[in-house]
Nanobody
């Protein structure tokens, strides 16, 4: 059974850092297409970063995120990570990892992902 479990969220002051983890169950993460998404208050769910089946990582084109977020994966630990630095209040929201059963490239559209974790809340204070 496919399961995704996020952790690592919390409350930090602006400028701080957090490392989110997504522990996976029930599928082979080594060639999986996966993504990190977030939903901020009043906004639609948006992609932060995604990883293709060849482990190439694609980041959001949103300039506000560039250079601050780093996605990585540990196949042995069956886990996906999102390192977030220089956090801003506008980064606050629920962060989710997701898995797309299809092969190949990763998609920015949340609708293309088949499985989702429950999310982990990130709150950044000014």
């Amino acid at each position: 059974q496919v399961q995704l479990v996020e952790s690592g969220g919390g409350s930090v002051q602006g400028g701080g850092s957090l490392r989110l983890s997504c522990t996976t169950f029930g599928f082979d993460i080594s060639k999986a297409v996966m993504g990190w998404f977030r939903r901020r208050a009043g906004e639609n769910r948006e992609m932060v970063a995604c990883i293709r089946d060849d482990s190439t990582i694609k980041y959001s084109y949103d300039e506000s995120m560039k250079g601050r977020f780093t996605m990585s994966k540990d196949n042995d630990k069956k886990s996906l990570y999102l390192e977030m630095r220089s956090l801003k209040p506008e980064d606050s929201g629920m962060y989710y990892c997701a898995y797309d059963r299809s092969d190949g490239t990763c998609d920015t559209r949340p609708s293309m992902y088949n499985y989702w974790g429950q999310g982990t809340q990130v709150t950044v204070s000014s």
